[in-house]
């Protein structure tokens, strides 16, 4: 079993800039792709943006392109994702998501707890 735990929420004023961050513990053999995605209230849950391990390859929403950057480490079990210029708008719960290939050799998608990210105007 693989655990996927955000950190790094918390609250900021429009402009200002706020760092994710999700480490991947347990077993794991290979990640494919690690996400983040958000869900405001009352409204349905969106991808943010995905970096594939691969090639680092990376995906953005297109609310958030230009502003945000998601990044992983050297040893590719920790997805960032830096966020700047937010606005209220950003204003959600942040979860990490990941595909990856965990003790059982097999591929299985795994959501993290989530992280509250508050902007005040």
């Known amino acids: 079993q693989v655990q996927l735990v955000e950190s790094g929420g918390g609250l900021v004023q429009a402009g200002g800039s706020l760092r994710l961050s999700c480490a991947a513990s347990?077993?794991?053999?290979?990640?494919?792709?690690m996400s983040w995605y958000r869900q405001a209230p009352g409204k349905q849950r969106e991808l943010v943006a995905t970096i594939y391990t691969s090639d680092g390859s990376t995906n953005y929403a297109d609310s958030v392109k230009g502003r945000f950057t998601i990044s992983r480490d050297n040893a590719q079990n920790t997805v960032d994702l830096q966020m700047s210029g937010l606005k209220p708008e950003d204003t959600a719960v942040y979860y990490c998501?990941?595909?990856?290939?965990?003790?059982?050799?097999?591929?299985?998608?795994?959501w993290g707890q989530g992280t509250q990210v508050t902007v005040s105007p």
């Open positions: 998501n990941a595909y990856l290939k965990d003790f059982s050799q097999r591929w299985h998608e795994y």
């Open positions: 347990g077993t794991i053999f290979g990640i494919s792709w």
